[in-house]
């Protein structure tokens, strides 16, 4: 059924822990993403509901699945926390996709773990929705992220403030190893483990390192890079992660993770949704300051295995954490410029990138549609300019615009390959909610019309005109719950 081929379960044992999930009493299918089965090879066209309610919650166990949580330590809001672990999260294994890439898929809320200190294992129904919702949208808009395979109600329920109904999350991701995994080796003293860990994760994730002269100096500059350009891919939808701990991010480049997450309605550089980061340490414009601090974390568990002496590896490492900022500037600017329909390098094109964010934040603009609006300027003109560009400093700066935009390209030209940089329809937090409220009373289709949404942000599709619209002040969600 599973074509699995599980090459983390062939690493040393004291990389995790072998353990089943937990069966759970009535497993209920929510949704199943069909196209994904098909495309990571799964044989289940004659499976009905119950089957595949049964495979996703972990109640059977798909043949050559070698069950099994990760280890990993990791920072969590700057504290080190030697081990973490997958606490409620059960790896099945492995496929190799149609595409010939390697994805692991794991269940998540499938019962305890040797990692699972004092939690239950499981997960509540509402971030199980939250979580397949938004890694959907990373995905429709080209974002690289962990999938959703399929949600399966438990049957049982989980105590958290209040009794919730439980559910498991079936999620894909390109491995699940994480800056905290190599931190789990670096705290104990483990050369030999992060030998092996980084020899593994070159040949999943880099394989054009393998014969690199200096491998750990290279691995640390790759995924620097995808790091830096998946922030910057971030930024430029106005997602907000909101828990970027050193355990919550990938080696592969891929966002994981999904809990207090949200896009941005009105646009604000310190604006932070999650109910935890009381600090606003993972506030939007702070992101790709904690992406480097993330990377200097990997950084420090690299340096032992680098080339030349220690005062060489520590020089070549701080070149690569200054180069990090770089390497950001680098993709933010390509991606803004591409949101506003630049083409060509201008020097004045950061301020005229930055001097739009500000326009933004003083009149308290939606992000999404500010951007939105101006291609529909372009080819409507100016009666459908968003209402901002009726205020003088806006209009000041509309002008700019379009000297820069210059009469190389038709307007229209223009506008169409703005329309594929900017979404109409984002996955927006009072969307999420609704959807979630709604499925607490056992009515899912809202979170199926908001998924079906999702998947395809940048058409200007009619049907969907409504979830483009920011929230009334008073669906507005202020806060956002980890849900752990
Ligand atoms: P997260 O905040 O989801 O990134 O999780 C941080 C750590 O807490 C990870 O080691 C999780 O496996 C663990 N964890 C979160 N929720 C639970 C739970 N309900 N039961 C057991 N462990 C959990
Ligand atoms: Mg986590």
């Known amino acids: 059924m599973f074509p699995f081929d599980n090459s983390y379960a062939r690493l040393p044992e004291r990389f995790f822990a072998s353990v089943k999930p937990g069966a759970v009493r009535a497993p209920h299918l929510i949704r199943f993403n069909a196209a994904l089965a098909e495309e990571l090879g799964l044989r289940l066209d004659g499976e009905d509901e119950a089957a595949l309610a049964a495979l996703f919650s972990g109640n059977s166990l798909p043949e050559g699945a070698q069950p099994l949580a990760m280890a990993y330590a990791g920072h969590q809001f700057g504290q080190f926390v030697p081990q973490l ?179 941005l309605d009105e646009y604000h550089p310190r604006k932070v949704f999650s ?70 390098e201008d020097a004045g094109d950061l301020a005229l990138i930055n001097d739009f964010l500000a326009l933004l934040a003083r009149h308290e603009a939606d992000f999404t549609l500010g951007f939105r609006g101006l291609s529909a300027a372009l080819t409507d003109g100016a009666a459908s300019a968003p209402a901002l560009f009726a205020q003088e400093d806006a209009a000041v700066w509309y002008s700019r615009w379009q000297t820069r935009l210059g009469n190389e390209r038709p307007l229209s030209v223009i506008a169409i390959a703005m329309e594929n940089a900017n979404p109409f329809v984002i996955a927006r937090n009072h969307r999420i909610e609704e959807a979630i409220t709604a499925a607490l009373s056992e009515d899912y289709t809202i979170f199926h019309r908001l998924v079906d949404a999702v998947n395809a942000p940048y058409s200007c599709n009619q049907q969907w005109s409504d979830l483009a619209v920011p929230p009334e002040p008073e669906q507005r969600v202020a806060r956002t719950f980890c849900g752990t």
């Open 85 to 263: 672990g997958d606490g409620r999260a059960i790896l099945l294994g492995e496929v190799v996709d149609r595409h010939g890439r390697r994805r692991d898929i794991q269940l998540k809320g499938a019962g305890e773990t040797p990692f699972s200190r004092r939690g239950d294992g499981r997960a509540a129904l509402g971030p199980v929705l939250r979580e397949y919702i938004v890694s959907e949208a990373m995905h429709g808009l080209g974002i690289p992220t962990t999938r959703a395979l399929a949600a399966v109600v438990s049957g049982e329920p989980v105590i958290r403030e209040t009794v919730l109904p439980g559910a498991i999350f079936t999620r894909v991701a390109a491995s699940h190893i994480r800056v905290g995994t190599f931190q789990f080796f670096a705290a104990r003293g483990d050369e030999e483990g992060l030998r092996q860990l980084t020899d593994y994760v070159i040949a999943r994730h880099y394989p054009a390192l393998q014969g690199a002269e200096n491998k750990a100096l290279a691995l640390l500059d790759a995924v620097a890079e995808r790091q830096a350009a998946l922030i910057a891919r971030w930024m430029a939808v106005g997602f907000i992660h909101g828990v970027m701990n050193t355990d919550n991010m990938t080696i592969s480049g891929e966002t994981i993770d999904f809990g207090p997450c949200a896009f």
């Open 275 to 344: 109910s935890i980061d009381r600090q606003g340490r993972y506030a939007y414009a702070n992101q790709p300051g904690i992406g480097q601090w993330n990377i200097a974390r990997l950084a420090e568990c690299l340096l032992p295995m680098m080339e030349g002496g220690e005062d060489k590896a520590v020089e070549d490492a701080n070149a690569v954490l200054v180069r990090f900022g770089d390497m950001f500037q680098r993709h933010w600017l390509k991606n803004f410029r591409t949101k506003l329909g630049l083409i060509g």
